[in-house]
């Protein structure tokens, strides 16, 4: 079987359980969107987690909210779909009752339950650790080079050893100093790039070359007053521009249904935070649309 899965913490831990329950071949890290465009072939061989549903697949996984773009899952499928904290929780139901083995990973499930759903505290985002820490040097969204070649020793590392002992590796300990060095700047970036707008803190990022890295819940600790964020930088291509939006982790009042406003523009995501792509062309009004709707949901 081939599992296809995302480079984020929760594909991660995905992969731990499911390579301890199926017998796979090879691993594919892919984005969302990947999918619902069909960029990739999907077939009977092969087990789609912590991903959108895709016609013909062998098992599926997910626990994000279904958006109008892509296939729609049929009543029965092979696997499970359940709002979850986490799609990893959704594979553990799913295999733990034959696969009782599965249960000595259960403080790495219950962090990615945390780290994925963003029930973090101040310190986990100024001062983060163990599986936390491990999380955000996984997150693709911080841009940091050769993922793939990472998340596959991560894989390894969590089947044998000790949390402890796999962030002193060195690959690990590498990607922890620049994070760190790259969080001070990108504080700064977020402060001077960000406009409060009644309830919504923007930050633009387009015009910036490289584009700036970091932890993306800092602009929380940044603009306590702001419930919502709205981030945008440069999309894959030229034409395009990418929209990050999230419910503030601390300031806990918004009531935008994000991934819900985000398929409306033929993204995704869930209540919390949800992705988007723009045509460059008209993205300046769709966001100040976004955000208006934003302002009215409070
Ligand atoms: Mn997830």
Redesign the pocket.
Known sequence: MRLVTRG?L?GLTCAVLITSCEEVEEIDLVHPQDITQKRIHIGEDDILA?LPYAEGCGKWFD??QLTQVGDKPPDRFEGRYGLSP??ARVVFEYYMCANPDIKRHMRLLAETDRF?SAHLDLEDVLDPRDYVMLGFTLDPRTGLRGYREYFFLLLEALKTKSIEEILALPEVKERVLVMRAADEQFRQLTKDRSRLDGNVVVTDFRGLSPQPVGNRFIVYTLFPQANISVRVHPGPTSEQVAVAVGRSIFNRTSRTNVGQLMAGFGGGGHRGAGTCLLLATTADDEIEFMVEQMKKDG
Do not use: K, Q, R
Request: charged share 40%; proline share 0%.
């Open positions: 984020d929760d912590n626990h994000h986490s799609a994925d």
